[in-house]
Structure formats: C-alpha cells, structure tokens
C-alpha cells in the first residue's frame, strides 16, 4: 500500500469496512509494522502497560454439540472424557487467588449435566470470600441459568460466534444458528454482563471480508473482550486435513480491533502461542492486553484438547505460572493485580 495512503488510515479514529479489510490485506514487512506500531501505542494509551491474568480451570470436556472445527465434538470418541467435582473446581480457583489471580474463568463444553445449580453453587462459594471476577465460558445455555449464574455473582460470559456468515456458521456449528448466538450475546450484556467473542482466523471457507465483518459486529454490540485465535486442525473432525490459520493474519486481526475498539480488552491467546514459541509476546506487541493461562489441574488438563499439542499442556500449571511472569516482565510490560473489569463501561467498574 502506498505510504500516504496508510498513513492516512492509521490516523482516523473509525474505519468503513474497506479501509478495515485494506488493513487487514497488508503485505508488506514494513506496513505490517507500522501498524503494529500504532495498535501497540493505542493499547498503551487506552488500556495502559499492565498485562491481565486471566486464570482459566477447564471444569468438563464433555459437549452435547458437533461443531467441525473442534475436538471436543460429541461424535469425537477418542476423547477422554471428565467433569471436575464442585469442590476441587472450589480448591483451584482459592488457589489461584493465592497467585495474585483476580479473574476466574470456568470453561467447559455444552455439558448440560453441569447444571443451574451446581454452577450457581460453584460462582456463589467463590465469590463469597473473595471480589474475584468471575467469567464464564459454557456455551449456549438457558436465559434463566444466565439469570441464576448472575445473581450467584458471575460477572462475565464468553461466547464466540467464530464467523458472522450466518450459512458459514451453521455449517461449522453443525446447524446452530448465528441470529440465536447474537441473540444471547444481547440479552447476557442486557442482565449486565460483560461479554467476551471472538473470531477464529483461517477457518475452512472464511474470507477476510467476513473477518472484517465480524470487527464490525464486535463494535456494533459494544464487546467488553475480543479473541483472534488461530485455526488449527483437530485430528478425529471434519476438519482435521485443513491447514492451520495464519499467524501473521492473526496479528494483523488483534492490531486493526485495537485500533478499531480502542480500549477493548483483547488476549493473546494460547492457540498463538502454540503455533509460534513467541506467539504470546507478538500478540502483546501488537494490542492485545490480556493473557488467558491454563490452571486446571492434572489429571483433566491433558484431556481438554480443542486442538492438538496445546502449549502448556503437559507442564504443571504453577510452574508455567512462573515462566509466564518472566515472559512478561521480559518485554517490559506488568502483570496486573486488579479484576481487570471492562473498560468499556465505567458502570462495570468494581476495583
Ligand atoms: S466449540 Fe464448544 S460447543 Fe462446539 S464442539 Fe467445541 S466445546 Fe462443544
């Protein structure tokens, strides 16, 4: 792209949907890094130097759903299967307060036997010693369990829709449909919590046109969290001989949502981290302001296999807990201590 002509999107505060897919469509080395350079000063000026753990403890690998990109589809019997007891879900997140950690995030698949109340049960007994956030990460589940989830003190729900392509997304979902998805992002943000979406970059099909689609929609619903991850193929699904998602497209993607949401919170994620040994510091150079480490505890960490040969896996969780304090102070930057709330809306703002 000629020089002026970037130069002149770098500096506007909002983008149409072709200046987003011009940037996303850069290929020259130093385009690229002047548009890292300018995400890295926006998230520096919008979210600050801090860097936000966010703990995660993966609670059940079990998904009554099928959708082609992910290896804890149903249909995926080489799965081992577990759902971690209330308790030691309990003993984890205490745990991970101890480290400094003051967001908890409770992953699973659609695991229906992880019901209204054992969730509810599992939020309450957490929050009531601690101010610790508390996220969510189940999947499509019941407006009235959102309702519950929040009373009992949940403070945000992660719900990706991957692909903003209605056809698209009902043929990677398997039939589910992205009005519903859209839908319940509205009606959790309406109950007053925050939202986490994302996209995954290089899906089987997706056009950069339809990534800068879904940037779009992350700003038409005010998203408070949004995730670029990388495809990677699972063995076991549909998808399993398709090539890996670009890095570099990755990155691009984290840096134009930068600038496109200013103060949005966006992870580096670890699907980055496990194609690229430094996949972590070059989504922090780039935007992202957020790191989502993996604290389930053995035995069941090995088992939570969206794709295959996740970094971190097979190490002890506290151990990588170290090593990821390194890696951050490292590149200059600081673990934050706080909840790390939405920027977004000063209303959600507990510190
Ligand atoms: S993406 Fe989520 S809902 Fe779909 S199969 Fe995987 S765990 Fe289940």
Redesign the pocket.
């Given at each position: 792209m000629k020089n002026e002509k970037l130069e002149n999107i770098l500096s506007k505060q909002n983008f149409s949907k072709e200046e987003v897919i011009d940037l996303l469509n850069l290929d020259e080395k130093h385009d690229i890094e002047s548009l890292f350079r300018k995400a890295d000063q926006v998230r520096k000026d919008f979210c600050g130097e801090e860097v936000h753990l966010r703990g995660v403890i993966e609670i059940s690998n079990h998904?009554d759903?099928?959708?082609l990109f992910?290896g804890?589809?149903d249909d995926n019997f080489t799965v081992k299967r577990y759902r971690m007891e209330p308790d030691e879900i309990i003993e984890t997140a205490a745990k991970l307060v101890k480290l400094g950690i003051y967001t908890i995030v409770l992953k699973s698949?659609?695991d229906r036997k992880l019901d209204t109340d054992i969730i509810a049960h599992i939020i309450y007994s957490i929050k009531k010693s601690t101010n610790v956030a508390i996220t969510l990460s189940l999947?499509e589940r019941g407006l009235d369990e959102y309702k519950t989830w929040k009373i009992a003190g949940a403070d945000r729900y992660i719900l990706r829709h991957e692909s903003c392509d209605s056809t698209k997304y009902a043929y990677y979902?398997n039939k589910k449909t992205h009005t519903n998805r859209i839908q319940q992002l509205k009606y959790l943000k309406r109950l007053g919590y925050q939202i986490g979406d994302g996209t995954l970059i290089g899906l089987p099909l997706q056009t950069i046109d339809e990534i800068a689609d879904d940037m779009l929609l992350f700003q038409e619903m005010d998203t408070d969290m949004i995730a670029f991850s990388p495809f990677i193929p699972s063995p076991f699904t549909p998808f399993q001989n398709k090539p890996a998602g670009s890095i570099e497209l990755t990155l691009k993607a984290i840096a134009v949502a930068r600038l496109l949401l200013k103060n949005v919170h966006i992870p580096a994620t670890t699907a980055l981290d496990s194609l690229d040994p430094k996949g972590k510091e070059k989504g922090l150079k780039c935007g992202a302001n957020i790191l989502m480490p993996n604290y389930t505890p053995y035995p069941y960490r090995e088992s939570y296999r969206?794709y295959p040969n996740r970094r971190d896996s097979n190490s002890d969780p506290f151990d990588s807990h170290k090593m990821l304090v390194d890696r951050i102070s490292n590149i200059g930057r600081d673990i934050s201590f706080s909840r790390g709330d939405s920027l977004r809306n000063s209303s959600f703002l507990h510190l």
């Open positions: 998904c759903q099928n959708c992910c804890l589809r698949g659609e999947g979902r969206i």
